[in-house]
Protein backbone atom coordinates (compact mmCIF):
# COMPACT_ATOMS: atom_id res chain seq x y z
CA UNK A 1 0.00 0.00 0.00
CA UNK A 2 1.35 3.16 -0.79
CA UNK A 3 0.36 6.51 1.41
CA UNK A 4 0.69 10.03 0.31
CA UNK A 5 1.18 13.04 1.79
CA UNK A 6 0.44 16.09 0.38
CA UNK A 7 1.55 20.14 1.69
CA UNK A 8 3.28 23.86 0.22
CA UNK A 9 6.85 24.23 1.13
CA UNK A 10 9.49 26.22 -0.53
CA UNK A 11 6.46 28.27 -2.27
CA UNK A 12 5.70 24.98 -4.24
CA UNK A 13 3.72 21.49 -4.00
CA UNK A 14 5.66 18.93 -2.06
CA UNK A 15 4.14 15.46 -2.61
CA UNK A 16 5.58 12.36 -0.76
CA UNK A 17 4.91 8.36 -1.58
CA UNK A 18 6.05 5.32 0.60
CA UNK A 19 5.13 2.11 0.10
CA UNK A 20 4.45 0.78 3.58
CA UNK A 21 1.83 0.61 6.16
CA UNK A 22 1.40 3.29 9.18
CA UNK A 23 4.35 5.63 7.35
CA UNK A 24 2.37 8.58 9.04
CA UNK A 25 4.96 9.47 11.53
CA UNK A 26 7.70 9.40 8.29
CA UNK A 27 5.86 11.30 5.88
CA UNK A 28 5.44 13.78 8.77
CA UNK A 29 9.38 14.22 9.51
CA UNK A 30 9.40 14.73 5.74
CA UNK A 31 7.32 17.57 5.67
CA UNK A 32 9.30 18.90 8.82
CA UNK A 33 12.40 18.19 7.02
CA UNK A 34 11.28 20.26 4.12
CA UNK A 35 10.06 23.49 6.67
CA UNK A 36 13.81 23.33 8.26
CA UNK A 37 14.97 23.64 5.08
CA UNK A 38 13.28 26.41 3.83
CA UNK A 39 14.30 28.39 7.05
CA UNK A 40 17.81 27.88 5.78
CA UNK A 41 17.67 28.20 1.52
CA UNK A 42 14.47 30.42 0.92
CA UNK A 43 15.53 33.56 -0.50
CA UNK A 44 11.98 34.84 0.40
CA UNK A 45 11.94 34.62 4.15
CA UNK A 46 13.86 37.76 6.20
CA UNK A 47 15.23 35.37 8.43
CA UNK A 48 16.75 32.67 6.62
CA UNK A 49 20.35 32.06 6.81
CA UNK A 50 20.21 32.36 3.04
CA UNK A 51 18.29 36.25 3.43
CA UNK A 52 21.24 36.67 5.64
CA UNK A 53 24.16 35.90 3.56
CA UNK A 54 22.63 37.92 0.86
CA UNK A 55 22.29 40.95 3.44
CA UNK A 56 25.29 40.38 5.19
CA UNK A 57 27.65 39.44 2.23
CA UNK A 58 29.50 36.69 3.95
CA UNK A 59 28.50 34.29 6.70
CA UNK A 60 29.86 31.33 8.78
CA UNK A 61 27.04 29.49 7.07
CA UNK A 62 25.35 26.00 8.26
CA UNK A 63 26.19 22.41 6.92
CA UNK A 64 23.46 22.92 4.99
CA UNK A 65 23.94 25.70 3.43
CA UNK A 66 27.70 25.42 2.51
CA UNK A 67 26.50 21.84 0.76
CA UNK A 68 24.30 23.23 -1.10
CA UNK A 69 26.26 26.73 -2.43
CA UNK A 70 29.03 24.14 -3.04
CA UNK A 71 26.53 22.27 -5.79
CA UNK A 72 25.35 25.25 -7.27
CA UNK A 73 28.69 26.40 -8.46
CA UNK A 74 30.22 23.49 -8.74
CA UNK A 75 27.12 23.21 -11.50
CA UNK A 76 28.07 26.46 -12.63
CA UNK A 77 31.22 24.98 -13.21
CA UNK A 78 30.42 22.18 -14.67
CA UNK A 79 27.41 24.25 -17.70
CA UNK A 80 30.06 26.69 -18.17
CA UNK A 81 28.12 29.33 -16.56
CA UNK A 82 24.58 28.42 -18.00
CA UNK A 83 23.45 27.58 -14.40
CA UNK A 84 24.50 29.91 -11.92
CA UNK A 85 23.30 31.05 -8.31
CA UNK A 86 24.10 34.57 -8.58
CA UNK A 87 20.79 35.23 -10.59
CA UNK A 88 18.88 36.57 -7.74
CA UNK A 89 19.36 40.35 -8.86
CA UNK A 90 18.24 39.49 -11.95
CA UNK A 91 14.83 37.49 -11.27
CA UNK A 92 14.05 40.90 -9.00
CA UNK A 93 14.81 42.78 -11.86
CA UNK A 94 12.49 40.90 -13.82
CA UNK A 95 9.51 40.83 -11.49
CA UNK A 96 9.95 37.99 -9.24
CA UNK A 97 10.53 39.99 -5.57
CA UNK A 98 8.78 38.26 -3.63
CA UNK A 99 7.11 34.34 -3.52
CA UNK A 100 5.26 33.52 -6.68
CA UNK A 101 2.17 33.18 -4.81
CA UNK A 102 2.47 37.32 -4.03
CA UNK A 103 2.96 38.20 -7.52
CA UNK A 104 0.55 40.66 -9.26
CA UNK A 105 -0.52 39.50 -12.45
CA UNK A 106 1.17 42.79 -14.11
CA UNK A 107 3.24 45.31 -12.46
CA UNK A 108 3.93 48.59 -14.49
CA UNK A 109 7.54 48.98 -13.65
CA UNK A 110 9.60 48.12 -16.93
CA UNK A 111 12.04 44.89 -15.90
CA UNK A 112 15.42 45.75 -15.89
CA UNK A 113 19.00 43.44 -16.34
CA UNK A 114 21.26 42.89 -13.75
CA UNK A 115 24.57 41.41 -14.59
CA UNK A 116 25.35 37.41 -13.20
CA UNK A 117 28.16 35.41 -12.88
CA UNK A 118 29.63 37.20 -9.42
CA UNK A 119 31.99 35.74 -7.41
CA UNK A 120 30.97 33.18 -4.23
CA UNK A 121 33.72 32.15 -2.03
CA UNK A 122 33.63 29.09 0.35
CA UNK A 123 36.97 28.52 2.90
CA UNK A 124 35.74 26.25 5.52
CA UNK A 125 32.71 27.58 6.92
CA UNK A 126 33.16 31.31 5.59
CA UNK A 127 30.51 31.79 2.55
CA UNK A 128 31.51 35.06 1.17
CA UNK A 129 29.56 37.43 -2.08
CA UNK A 130 31.85 39.38 -4.16
CA UNK A 131 29.88 43.00 -3.51
CA UNK A 132 27.26 43.89 -5.61
CA UNK A 133 25.69 40.34 -6.12
CA UNK A 134 23.24 37.82 -4.25
CA UNK A 135 22.38 34.15 -4.80
CA UNK A 136 19.15 32.31 -5.36
CA UNK A 137 19.17 28.45 -4.14
CA UNK A 138 15.34 27.91 -5.40
CA UNK A 139 15.68 25.57 -8.09
CA UNK A 140 18.92 23.21 -6.73
CA UNK A 141 17.49 23.78 -2.87
CA UNK A 142 14.54 21.94 -3.59
CA UNK A 143 15.91 19.40 -5.66
CA UNK A 144 18.68 19.07 -2.19
CA UNK A 145 15.66 18.70 -0.26
CA UNK A 146 13.94 16.15 -1.90
CA UNK A 147 17.08 14.33 -1.88
CA UNK A 148 17.76 14.59 1.97
CA UNK A 149 13.80 13.38 2.88
CA UNK A 150 13.97 10.64 0.02
CA UNK A 151 17.14 9.13 1.96
CA UNK A 152 15.18 9.21 5.60
CA UNK A 153 11.46 7.69 3.57
CA UNK A 154 13.66 5.09 2.54
CA UNK A 155 14.21 3.96 5.86
CA UNK A 156 10.25 2.99 6.09
CA UNK A 157 9.96 1.87 2.84
CA UNK A 158 10.64 2.32 -1.26
CA UNK A 159 9.75 6.02 -2.11
CA UNK A 160 9.58 9.17 -3.84
CA UNK A 161 9.70 12.83 -3.07
CA UNK A 162 8.25 15.50 -5.67
CA UNK A 163 9.21 18.87 -5.10
CA UNK A 164 7.27 20.99 -7.53
CA UNK A 165 8.69 18.36 -10.74
CA UNK A 166 12.19 17.90 -8.55
CA UNK A 167 11.51 14.00 -8.11
CA UNK A 168 13.75 11.81 -5.83
CA UNK A 169 13.59 8.19 -5.62
CA UNK A 170 14.26 5.14 -3.57
CA UNK A 171 13.65 1.84 -4.09
CA UNK A 172 11.23 0.13 -6.74
CA UNK A 173 7.19 -0.11 -5.75
CA UNK A 174 5.46 -3.40 -6.32
CA UNK A 175 4.27 -1.79 -9.63
CA UNK A 176 7.75 -2.23 -10.64
CA UNK A 177 8.15 1.69 -11.49
CA UNK A 178 7.41 5.12 -10.47
CA UNK A 179 4.95 6.76 -13.18
CA UNK A 180 5.53 10.02 -13.52
CA UNK A 181 3.12 11.80 -15.77
CA UNK A 182 5.51 14.34 -18.12
CA UNK A 183 2.25 16.20 -19.82
CA UNK A 184 -0.99 14.43 -20.80
CA UNK A 185 0.30 12.54 -23.49
CA UNK A 186 3.34 11.16 -21.87
CA UNK A 187 4.31 9.30 -18.88
CA UNK A 188 7.68 8.15 -17.72
CA UNK A 189 8.61 5.31 -15.43
CA UNK A 190 11.60 6.03 -12.93
CA UNK A 191 13.44 3.46 -10.90
CA UNK A 192 16.12 5.09 -9.91
CA UNK A 193 17.78 8.56 -9.75
CA UNK A 194 16.36 12.29 -10.16
CA UNK A 195 13.54 13.91 -12.29
CA UNK A 196 12.99 17.47 -12.74
CA UNK A 197 11.21 19.98 -15.28
CA UNK A 198 12.08 23.38 -15.89
CA UNK A 199 9.89 25.79 -18.35
CA UNK A 200 8.00 29.27 -18.49
CA UNK A 201 4.63 27.92 -19.02
CA UNK A 202 3.58 27.93 -15.01
CA UNK A 203 5.99 30.44 -13.17
CA UNK A 204 5.61 33.46 -15.43
CA UNK A 205 3.78 36.85 -14.97
CA UNK A 206 3.69 40.25 -17.07
CA UNK A 207 5.94 43.17 -16.19
CA UNK A 208 5.18 46.78 -17.97
CA UNK A 209 3.10 44.88 -20.31
CA UNK A 210 5.67 42.28 -21.07
CA UNK A 211 6.01 38.48 -20.65
CA UNK A 212 8.32 37.46 -17.69
CA UNK A 213 9.28 34.01 -16.49
CA UNK A 214 11.85 32.66 -13.71
CA UNK A 215 14.39 31.31 -15.85
CA UNK A 216 17.01 33.77 -15.84
CA UNK A 217 19.89 33.23 -18.47
CA UNK A 218 22.88 33.94 -17.10
CA UNK A 219 24.84 35.87 -20.29
CA UNK A 220 21.93 38.72 -20.57
CA UNK A 221 20.46 38.77 -17.12
CA UNK A 222 16.72 38.12 -18.87
CA UNK A 223 14.64 35.60 -18.89
CA UNK A 224 15.71 33.37 -21.17
CA UNK A 225 14.81 33.66 -24.95
CA UNK A 226 14.43 29.93 -26.29
CA UNK A 227 12.79 27.67 -28.79
CA UNK A 228 11.48 25.53 -25.98
CA UNK A 229 8.39 26.18 -23.26
CA UNK A 230 9.70 23.15 -20.86
CA UNK A 231 12.17 20.60 -20.44
CA UNK A 232 11.88 17.41 -18.51
CA UNK A 233 15.63 15.77 -17.40
CA UNK A 234 16.95 12.57 -15.50
CA UNK A 235 19.89 12.59 -13.94
CA UNK A 236 21.76 10.34 -11.01
CA UNK A 237 19.79 12.46 -8.42
CA UNK A 238 17.44 15.07 -8.27
CA UNK A 239 19.93 17.89 -8.10
CA UNK A 240 21.76 16.82 -11.18
CA UNK A 241 18.46 16.22 -13.00
CA UNK A 242 17.28 20.10 -11.67
CA UNK A 243 20.87 21.66 -13.24
CA UNK A 244 20.74 19.37 -16.50
CA UNK A 245 16.80 20.69 -17.37
CA UNK A 246 17.84 24.16 -16.64
CA UNK A 247 21.29 23.34 -18.95
CA UNK A 248 19.25 22.17 -21.71
CA UNK A 249 16.54 24.52 -21.79
CA UNK A 250 18.87 27.50 -21.98
CA UNK A 251 20.74 25.87 -24.96
CA UNK A 252 17.44 25.34 -27.18
CA UNK A 253 16.25 22.12 -28.81
CA UNK A 254 18.89 21.59 -31.57
CA UNK A 255 21.94 21.63 -28.91
CA UNK A 256 19.83 19.76 -26.54
CA UNK A 257 19.20 16.79 -29.20
CA UNK A 258 22.52 16.57 -29.74
CA UNK A 259 23.56 16.45 -25.92
CA UNK A 260 22.14 12.78 -26.32
CA UNK A 261 20.86 13.25 -22.18
CA UNK A 262 17.59 11.52 -21.41
CA UNK A 263 15.14 14.08 -21.24
CA UNK A 264 11.44 15.27 -22.96
CA UNK A 265 11.64 18.94 -24.49
CA UNK A 266 8.37 20.40 -25.24
CA UNK A 267 9.31 23.31 -27.88
CA UNK A 268 6.48 26.77 -27.86
CA UNK A 269 5.12 25.35 -31.14
CA UNK A 270 3.71 22.12 -29.67
CA UNK A 271 5.95 19.70 -30.56
CA UNK A 272 7.12 16.64 -28.06
CA UNK A 273 11.03 15.67 -28.26
CA UNK A 274 12.80 12.85 -26.56
CA UNK A 275 16.68 12.33 -26.24
CA UNK A 276 19.24 10.01 -24.45
CA UNK A 277 17.38 7.35 -25.05
CA UNK A 278 13.81 7.92 -24.48
CA UNK A 279 10.83 6.58 -26.11
Known sequence: MIERHTFRAMGTTVELLVEAGGAGDALAAGEQEFERLEQVLSRFRPDSELARLNRDGA?????????????????????????????????????????????????????TSCSCGGGVTVAGRRIELEPGFRIDLGGIGKGFAAERVATTLALTGPCLVSAGGDVAVRGVPTEGTWA???????????????LATSGRDRRHWRRAGADQHHLIDPKTGRPAVTDLLRVTAIGRDAVEAEVLAK?????????????????????????????????
Do not use: K, M
Open 180 to 194: IEVDEHLTLGLTRGG
Open 247 to 279: ELFFAGSVEALERDVPAVLITADGRTLTTGGLA
Open 59 to 111: IDGSQDLLEVVELALAARERTNGRFDPTVHDALVGAGYDRTFDELQADTVAAA
